[in-house]
């Protein structure tokens, strides 16, 4: 006999994840759901290895169940009888038409990944992807140059797209990712932001102080609004909406740059070029690193630093942040000066 164990996900949805234990002890993870109350039959939504696999399905079946499409019927379009065609192009764009947890900016880049690979699976069957195949796409690029972190990004989505497939061959354990060898970033200190600051065009100066004041990503820094900004309580918010784990947070910002904040109405691409004209080094990230280790090396407590930063866990702000060469705050005076 096989142990099975159910663990609800949510009380709002009728889809859940069933762990067992098989009589050999594998583990096996199947998603099951309803199409509606305790009056409607469980339904079966596949059998996974892994929990993450599993997790995986379950977010689609949420997402159909939510808008109202029945999961037995997408699940047979994406399984594909052989006698129906279905390219790598179509099947993303049935994925990506199904991802409702996403935000648009996350939406954006996932097609902007997506025309880069189309280039090579768009037009081919589906299912006839092979591990080889990926395996030597991955190879292709690092040929071409391109950084690990980006051939893992690109390999994530097409993994993301194939998952929709029982065996994923872009899963399969010959598939080998690049390593990613992780450099220090050091911070700019204080003078170098000064002098990136003063070869800032003026325009742009206001953003890159918002930046370097409250270590905002760029995305969120430009999403500002008048009603983040709470002058008296010398703060200002990060919207869930805008956020990239869809959590609101308040920044703390010091008293003489409360009174300065105004929303910053441009692109992140638009504002990132003017920073590279200026730096060839400082970029968005890096002002939030600076950031980020000036309040490390000030004695925040590690989870207020991960709550600023808008991080999931303090390991992931302390990993980041507690190993670089202490620096210090620009004189305030400077700035205003700068901004004036």
């Known amino acids: 006999m096989s142990s099975v164990s159910v663990y609800p996900v949510s009380t709002t949805v009728s889809a859940h994840i069933r762990s067992r234990t098989l009589p050999s002890g594998a583990r096996r ?3 099951i759901y309803r199409r509606g109350g305790r009056g409607y039959k ?10 993450r696999e599993a997790n995986v399905r379950l977010r689609l079946v949420e997402d159909w169940l939510a808008a109202g499409r029945n999961p037995k019927t997408e699940l047979a379009l994406l399984r594909r009888p052989a006698e129906v065609s279905l390219s790598f192009r179509d099947l993303a764009e049935v994925w990506l038409s199904g991802r409702f947890d996403l935000d648009e900016s996350t939406r954006v880049n996932y097609r902007s990944h997506l025309r880069q690979v189309n280039r090579v699976f768009g037009s081919m069957d589906a299912a006839s992807i092979s591990a080889a195949d990926v395996s030597g796409w991955i190879g292709g690029m690092i040929d071409r140059g391109l950084a690990p972190g980006t051939v893992k990004d690109y390999v994530g989505l097409v993994r993301m797209v194939l998952d929709h497939f029982d065996d994923n061959p872009a899963r399969h354990r010959s598939v080998r990712l690049p390593k990613q060898v992780r450099a220090i970033r050091e911070p700019p200190d204080a003078d170098e932001f000064l002098t990136f600051l003063a070869a800032v065009d003026e325009e742009f100066r206001g953003p890159v102080v918002l930046l370097e004041q409250t270590g905002m990503r760029i995305g969120e ?11 008296a309580g010398l703060r200002v918010r990060v919207r869930a909406e805008v956020a990239k784990r869809d959590r609101p947070r308040w920044i703390p910002v010091p008293a003489w740059y409360a009174d300065l904040i105004m929303p910053c109405r441009m692109s992140p691409s638009r504002l990132s070029y003017r920073m590279r004209k200026a730096s060839e080094r400082i970029n968005p990230h890096l002002l939030r690193h600076r950031r980020a280790t000036l309040w490390h090396q000030s004695g925040i407590p590690a989870v207020e630093l991960a709550s600023r930063l808008g991080h999931a866990n303090t390991s992931e702000s302390l990993d980041t942040y507690s190993h670089v060469r202490p620096i210090s705050e620009a004189d305030p005076v400077l700035i205003l000066a700068a901004l004036a």
Request: glycine share 8%; no cysteine.
């Open 29 to 31: 993870h199947d998603v």
């Open 42 to 51: 469980i339904e079966h939504g596949g059998t996974f290895k892994t929990v």
């Open 221 to 231: 820094a430009l999403s500002l609004e008048a009603r983040d900004i709470d002058r």
